[in-house]
């Protein structure tokens, strides 16, 4: 699916917004492809989210991935965000034999439980964005930080590889919150899997947290009427696809 020349402005007004909001809390971006810096970044601050999916060190990240460094004022990194782009029939497979985190799949140890998938109410496939490796400062929390960088993020998936699906995966005891939907703006939150979990190492339950490319237009529409961290937008291209 590709984007109309009205979304595709849309989606542009959205990182440009985006962007001067984290200004506002003079932040400043950079988009990195150096994912051993991520890693780095995460491990020193004691991140629980050390997720294989963006480590170089077991994948190949030298294409269709990126992370967002986000620097505040004096230089230092103060929050990450990162997204891969799969091309696949079914994400659910990708889960299952846990090539979503090793290229050659998951091998299971002692103690370590097979993982049971559950399926979604929609098949995954095509062109599928990955987010992960979010992480913000305890400095720069409850200021819609972590609502500006998924939809930075994933807006600037959309400019750039114009996905079928957007997803990330969260622990079932987080996906049983608002912050999926709310903070995060994911449309659909649902059991994805149990079993041997390799971002937090450990048996454990996730979710799968997905959008539509339509849907995640649709959620850039609504980031004007947010109710804690609105994010302004042109009022002519947040309406020129319902005046079409």
């Given at each position: 699916?590709?984007?109309?020349?009205?979304?595709f402005g849309l989606v542009q007004h959205c990182i440009d917004a985006l962007t001067e909001k984290l200004a506002a809390l003079h932040l400043s971006i950079v988009i990195e492809r150096d994912f051993r810096a991520l890693v780095d970044f995460l491990r020193a601050n004691n991140a629980?989210?050390?997720?294989?999916?963006?480590?170089?060190?077991?994948?190949?990240l030298s294409s269709?991935?990126?992370?967002?460094?986000?620097?505040?004022?004096?230089?230092?990194t103060v929050a990450s965000q990162?997204?891969?782009?799969?091309?696949?029939?079914?994400?659910?497979?990708?889960?299952?034999?846990?090539?979503?985190?090793?290229?050659?799949?998951l091998t299971l140890k002692d103690g370590q439980a097979p993982l049971r998938i559950h399926r979604p109410s929609m098949m995954i496939g095509g062109t599928v964005a990955h987010a992960g490796g979010l992480w913000?400062?305890?400095?720069?929390?409850?200021?819609?930080?972590?609502l500006y960088l998924?939809?930075?993020?994933?807006?600037?998936?959309?400019?750039?590889?114009?996905?079928?699906?957007i997803t990330c995966i969260v622990l079932a005891s987080m996906g049983k919150t608002a912050l999926p939907m709310n903070a995060y703006g994911y449309r659909h939150v649902e059991p994805c899997a149990s079993g041997w979990i390799p971002p937090v190492n450990r048996n454990?339950?996730?979710?799968?947290?997905?959008?539509?490319?339509?849907?995640?237009?649709?959620?850039?529409?609504?980031?004007?009427?947010?109710?804690?961290?609105?994010?302004?937008l042109p009022v002519?291209?947040?309406?020129?696809?319902?005046l079409a």
């Open positions: 699916m590709k984007l109309a020349n009205a979304d629980h989210n050390l997720n294989p999916t963006f480590d170089p060190a077991h994948n190949d269709k991935a990126f992370w967002l460094r986000v620097i505040d004022e004096k230089g230092e990162a997204q891969r782009i799969f091309e696949t029939e079914d994400f659910c497979d990708l889960v299952r034999t846990g090539m979503l985190w090793y290229p050659d799949g913000v400062n305890p400095r720069f929390r409850k200021m819609g930080v972590s998924p939809y930075l993020a994933r807006a600037l998936v959309l400019r750039n590889y114009e996905p079928d699906f454990d339950t996730i979710d799968l947290c997905y959008l539509t490319l339509a849907e995640a237009i649709e959620q850039i529409r609504e980031l004007p009427q947010h109710p804690h961290y609105p994010v302004p002519a291209a947040v309406q020129e696809k319902l």
